[in-house]
């Protein structure tokens, strides 16, 4: 017993040199040692009477007192102690359950304020037309419009006639938009071509009036860059307006993006939309329409839009679109 303990102490002693030891609270300076172990703390024959301490002065201690210095044994106190930690960590988790299903019952209750909501504002669109884009301000006069959008303000009177020039992509669309002064709705056309033999129609139009434009696909399959599909937009449109002495607004298109389209078209088609927008912002009287994204998800073109070839767009497809120019043709000009 002598000499384990006699070791004892001189492996102490190394310990207590190493400052590390200081800065540990006295809890943590003990060492732990396994349960089997406590009868060392009231056993007779692990217990040694001091009856002189190491500077010869008469003590009345035993070495039990030095064991619960230097050893900790895992007692009921500590059970009791992770029994408590285990409560309250379960004391947590079912506050944290109460907070997340809180959470939940306010977004369920937002969620049904918002359709309420949504259904409230779509019994109104039907009295009053459907609601403006987000970001185009509409302000209503007695027989103007004035419709904000990109920064841009238009004023036009109400009902003005509307003109518009397509590709084979709006094939139809006089059923669905019957208030159309016209529908110049030309298959395979190229906007050089609309250019050189179907412009030249807007040159009958009297007084102010707004023509759509929708072309530049074919023009994109073709091979055509972004720069020369823009600088032929450009083109028409100066043509349209040329020679009118009222405004003749010009609402451009985007280019709808298709499933036959591939990498390098797919970047075209982007790249020319942006021009696109950027040309009717500094152009007078134009103004930019960006359909193209109807046809996108998360960038992924819709298939439920388009029929087998990957080509054309179907009857879900073109009511997409009809239905997008249509709110623009209410907001802009109040065309119902």
């Given at each position: 017993m002598s000499s384990n303990k006699k070791g004892g102490d001189e492996r102490f002693l190394r310990v207590q040199k190493d400052p590390r030891f200081w800065e540990m609270p006295e809890r943590e300076r003990k060492i732990k040692i396994d349960k089997r172990f406590q009868s060392m703390f009231h056993d007779k024959r692990f217990t040694e009477k001091y009856t002189v301490n190491?500077?010869?002065?008469?003590?009345?201690?035993?070495?039990?007192?030095?064991?619960?210095?230097?050893?900790?044994?895992?007692?009921?106190?500590?059970?009791?102690?992770?029994?408590?930690?285990?409560?309250?960590?379960?004391?947590?988790?079912?506050?944290?359950?109460?907070?997340?299903?809180?959470?939940?019952?306010?977004?369920?209750?937002?969620?049904?304020?918002?359709?309420?909501?949504?259904?409230?504002?779509s019994k109104d669109v039907?009295?009053?037309?459907?609601?403006?884009?987000?970001?185009v301000r509409v302000i209503e006069e007695d027989e103007l419009v004035r419709y904000t959008a990109a920064e841009k303000t238009f004023t036009v009177r109400k009902g003005l006639p509307v003109y518009l020039l397509t590709a084979s992509i709006c094939q139809g669309v006089e059923e669905q938009i019957p208030h159309l002064t016209a529908a110049y709705v030309h298959p395979d056309t190229f906007l050089a071509r609309s250019l050189e033999q179907h412009?030249?129609?807007?040159?009958?139009?009297?007084?102010?009036?707004?023509?759509?434009?929708?072309?530049?696909?074919?023009?994109?399959?073709?091979?055509?860059?972004?720069?020369?599909?823009?600088?032929?937009?450009?083109?028409?449109?100066?043509?349209?307006?040329?020679?009118?002495a009222e405004p003749l607004y010009v609402a451009v298109c985007s280019i709808l993006p298709r499933l036959v389209d591939n990498q390098r078209t797919m970047g075209t088609v982007r790249d020319?939309?942006?021009?696109?927008?950027?040309?009717?912002?500094?152009?007078?009287?134009?103004?930019?329409?960006?359909?193209?994204?109807?046809?996108?998800?998360?960038?992924?073109?819709?298939?439920?839009?388009?029929?087998?070839?990957?080509?054309?767009l179907n009857v879900e497809g073109k009511k997409?679109?009809?239905?997008?120019?249509?709110?623009?043709?209410?907001?802009?000009?109040?065309?119902?």
């Open positions: 190491k500077r010869g002065r008469p003590i009345n201690q035993t070495s039990t007192e030095d064991l619960k210095r230097f050893y900790n044994v895992s007692s009921s106190e500590d059970e009791d102690d992770d029994e408590e930690g285990v409560k309250s960590k379960k004391k947590k988790e079912v506050k944290e359950e109460l907070v997340k299903v809180e959470i939940e019952v306010k977004v369920e209750i937002e969620v049904k304020v918002k359709v309420e909501k949504e259904v409230k504002e039907k009295a009053e037309g459907p609601p403006p884009e987000r970001g412009a030249w129609k807007f040159d009958r139009v009297t007084g102010e009036a707004l023509v759509v434009v929708h072309i530049g696909t074919d023009d994109v399959a073709s091979g055509l860059s972004p720069a020369a599909i823009v600088g032929q937009m450009e083109a028409l449109i100066d043509r349209i307006q040329h020679g009118h020319t939309n942006r021009r696109f927008h950027e040309l009717c912002r500094r152009k007078k009287d134009t103004i930019h329409l960006p359909t193209g994204k109807l046809f996108l998800h998360h960038r992924q073109i819709i298939q439920n839009y388009f029929t087998g070839d990957g080509v054309h997409v679109l009809f239905n997008y120019l249509k709110t623009f043709l209410w907001h802009f000009c109040k065309h119902s």
